[in-house]
């Protein structure tokens, strides 16, 4: 009897040294004469428990956390079970709380499926949305997205279906769709656990959008950190294209699509969307002044769709169950699920998706079991280095769009990067305007010059040069930058700046409500 293992490929297992233990569990099987069957799955987000092996039995998948290859003998000899590895055994996976408790809509298949097999995506729900498609002219698709409440979940949280819309309403010899998976914020990974984990649902996403704009050619600009989302992905283009599910007359229909994979520059920049298209174009990766926005005139002055990674892997539930399904999850206008990272100093870092409402109490201890240091969880940054910090005062906050906008803080790509009391938030403060004055791409004075001023004026106040003018400087220097700069990094590095001054002037030696009274 032939015994199914699943091992994850995701970067962060093999980081972890799951190819090391995939190939001792191959070879310890064969040498003990043990039929095994390995599957190379995606993460399922328990990066705290990576390498996680898990072993198809009668009543689910048990699972071994932080597998090693010292333990391979032991669980081979014992034919996978618990009498094995006891001490590692975290039972079925599936019951698993961390699990459990979640929504998981966009990360349904990550650690269920074989990323490169589109018989188990198929198998489970994959292409349902497409399928749907078919049937359906532009418009009403386009529709049904609107009705769905998704908005973008690379940062922005534009409504999806209006920026589809204006796509759609522009008459163009050429439309294209562009998948924007340069994630480069700090503590964000859920774009790369798709592209390595369940890459069909971004490839899926991807056609409906071209269906609902009638565009005919995809990229996918891709971070050149990610060497494991490109080989898996790339394998599941041709995958596709095999099956007729890319490529000319999809399914037998009339329309076409492509997609194309681009490594990226390497740039923070290029994240940002006109930035990103300059370097798809092959040129230097500069911020356009908008207008024109890109659904006008974006790739190579052709009508544009530019959405995340997740925002494209949220469509395909939608157009399979319907924009009013969708919007049962979350609250207000942000509605669906989010897959939050839970990264830095945190005892369970890893994914969870859960839909809008939940808060950070519920994420940082519920789910993160608070700190791996064990002391108190001081602050959090949510939403990249632009992102604001938030202090343990606030922690009951709903994540909401509008509930942290009106907080002064954004969700961001859900990255959540945790501190305990130990930090100093000076430094962090500082560290916001070097890392502007290093990725800016120089095209506004604001960004450019006024980060490195930053800089040296937070010197000066942590060198006790004349604190209470230098605090003054730093808040006219901050609201110059948000209200001058060409694009969000130059507009948004004042978040973590002033939201460290306000909430922790202690650590500046200013006093409290000295200055940053509209922070």
Same mark, same amino acid.
């Given at each position: 009897?032939?015994?199914?293992?699943?091992?994850?490929?995701?970067?962060?297992?093999?980081?972890?040294?799951?190819?090391v233990v995939a190939d001792q569990v191959s070879r310890v099987s064969h040498s003990m004469k043990q039929e095994v069957e390995i599957?190379?799955?995606?993460?399922?987000?328990?990066?705290?428990?990576?390498?996680?092996?898990?072993?198809?039995?009668?009543?689910?998948?048990?699972?071994?956390?932080?597998?090693?290859?010292?333990?391979?003998?032991?669980?081979?000899?014992?034919?996978?079970?618990?009498?094995?590895?006891?001490?590692?055994?975290?039972?079925?996976?599936?019951?698993?709380?961390?699990?459990?408790?979640?929504?998981?809509?966009?990360?349904?298949?990550?650690?269920?499926?074989?990323?490169?097999?589109?018989?188990?995506?198929?198998?489970?729900?994959?292409?349902?949305?497409?399928?749907?498609?078919?049937?359906?002219?532009?418009?009403?698709?386009?529709?049904?997205?609107?009705?769905? *409440?998704?908005?973008?979940?690379?940062?922005?949280?534009?409504?999806?279906?209006?920026?589809?819309?204006?796509?759609?309403?522009?008459?163009?010899?050429?439309?294209?769709?562009?998948?924007?998976?340069?994630?480069?914020?700090?503590?964000?990974?859920?774009?790369?656990?798709?592209?390595?984990?369940?890459?069909?649902?971004?490839?899926?996403?991807?056609?409906?959008?071209?269906?609902?704009?009638?565009?005919?050619?995809?990229?996918?600009?891709?971070?050149?950190?990610?060497?494991?989302?490109?080989?898996?992905?790339?394998?599941?283009?041709?995958?596709?294209?095999?099956?007729?599910?890319?490529?000319?007359?999809?399914?037998?229909?009339?329309?076409?699509?492509?997609?194309?994979?681009?490594?990226?520059?390497?740039?923070?920049?290029?994240?940002?969307?006109?930035?990103?298209?300059?370097?798809?174009?092959?040129?230097?990766?500069?911020?356009r002044a908008k207008p024109p926005l890109p659904a006008i005139s974006g790739l190579f002055g052709k009508p544009t769709v530019v959405?995340?990674?997740?925002?494209?892997?949220?469509?395909?539930?939608?157009?399979?169950? *319907?924009?009013?399904?969708?919007?049962?999850?979350?609250?207000?206008?942000?509605?669906?699920?989010?897959?939050?990272?839970?990264?830095?100093?945190?005892?369970?870092?890893?994914?969870?998706?859960?839909?809008?409402?939940?808060?950070?109490?519920?994420?940082?201890?519920?789910?993160?079991?608070?700190?791996?240091?064990?002391?108190?969880?001081?602050?959090?940054?949510?939403?990249?280095?632009?992102?604001?910090?938030?202090?343990?005062?606030?922690?009951?906050?709903?994540?909401?769009?509008?509930?942290?906008?009106?907080?002064?803080?954004?969700?961001?790509?859900?990255?959540?990067?945790?501190?305990?009391?130990?930090?100093?938030?000076?430094?962090?403060?500082?560290?916001?305007?070097?890392?502007?004055?290093?990725?800016?791409?120089?095209?506004?004075?604001?960004?450019?010059?006024?980060?490195?001023r930053g800089m040296e004026t937070i010197d000066k106040i942590l060198s006790g040069e004349d604190r209470s003018a230098n605090a003054?400087?730093?808040?006219?220097?901050?609201?110059?930058?948000?209200?001058?700069?060409?694009?969000?990094?130059?507009?948004?590095?004042?978040?973590?700046?002033?939201?460290?001054?306000?909430?922790?002037?202690?650590?500046?030696?200013?006093?409290?409500?000295?200055?940053?009274?509209?922070?």
């Amino acid at each position: 009897m032939t015994t199914k293992i699943y091992i994850p490929r995701d970067s962060s297992a093999i980081g972890l040294g799951a190819d090391v233990v995939a190939d001792q569990v191959s070879r310890v099987s064969h040498s003990m004469k043990q039929e095994v069957e390995i599957v190379r799955n995606g993460s399922r987000g328990l990066i705290w428990m990576e390498p996680l092996l898990e072993v198809e039995t009668e009543s689910g998948r048990s699972g071994f956390a932080n597998v090693n290859s010292a333990d391979v003998e032991d669980l081979v000899k014992a034919n996978f079970t618990e009498a094995g590895l006891r001490a590692k055994s975290v039972g079925i996976v599936d019951e698993i709380p961390y699990l459990k408790n979640q929504e998981r809509l966009c990360f349904a298949r990550n650690g269920i499926t074989d990323p490169i097999s589109i018989e188990d995506y198929i198998e489970n729900e994959g292409f349902k949305g497409l399928r749907s498609t078919l049937d359906l002219d532009a418009r009403s698709i386009v529709d049904i997205v609107t009705d769905s *409440g998704l908005r973008g979940r690379g940062g922005a949280a534009f409504p999806t279906g209006i920026k589809w819309n204006t796509v759609l309403n522009c008459q163009a010899d050429q439309k294209y769709i562009v998948c924007n998976a340069d994630e480069g914020d700090s503590g964000t990974f859920s774009d790369r656990m798709t592209m390595e984990g369940d890459p069909f649902a971004l490839i899926e996403g991807m056609t409906i959008a071209a269906f609902a704009v009638h565009a005919t050619k995809g990229y996918v600009y891709l971070r050149s950190e990610y060497p494991h989302a490109e080989e898996v992905f790339n394998a599941a283009l041709d995958v596709a294209r095999d099956k007729g599910y890319l490529g000319k007359n999809i399914r037998g229909g009339e329309r076409s699509f492509d997609i194309e994979l681009r490594r990226a520059a390497g740039a923070y920049i290029c994240g940002e969307e006109t930035s990103l298209l300059e370097s798809l174009e092959g040129k230097r990766g500069l911020v356009r002044a908008k207008p024109p926005l890109p659904a006008i005139s974006g790739l190579f002055g052709k009508p544009t769709v530019v959405n995340n990674v997740i925002t494209f892997s949220s469509v395909p539930f939608i157009l399979a169950n *319907g924009g009013s399904a969708y919007k049962n999850y979350g609250m207000g206008r942000s509605t669906g699920t989010l897959p939050i990272q839970l990264a830095g100093n945190i005892k369970q870092g890893g994914l969870v998706e859960k839909a809008f409402g939940v808060t950070l109490n519920e994420l940082l201890y519920d789910f993160g079991g608070g700190s791996a240091s064990g002391k108190p969880i001081r602050t959090v940054q949510i939403g990249g280095p632009l992102g604001a910090y938030i202090p343990e005062k606030d922690f009951d906050l709903k994540l909401d769009y509008e509930t942290f906008a009106a907080a002064g803080a954004m969700i961001g790509h859900g990255g959540i990067v945790v501190f305990d009391e130990t930090v100093n938030m000076a430094s962090m403060a500082r560290f916001a305007m070097e890392f502007c004055a290093i990725e800016s791409c120089g095209k506004c004075t604001p960004c450019r010059i006024g980060s490195t001023r930053g800089m040296e004026t937070i010197d000066k106040i942590l060198s006790g040069e004349d604190r209470s003018a230098n605090a003054e400087l730093i808040e006219t220097l901050c609201d110059t930058m948000l209200h001058g700069s060409l694009c969000a990094l130059g507009g948004m590095i004042p978040f973590p700046v002033m939201s460290a001054i306000k909430h922790f002037p202690e650590d500046f030696c200013l006093e409290p409500h000295a200055t940053m009274a509209a922070a």
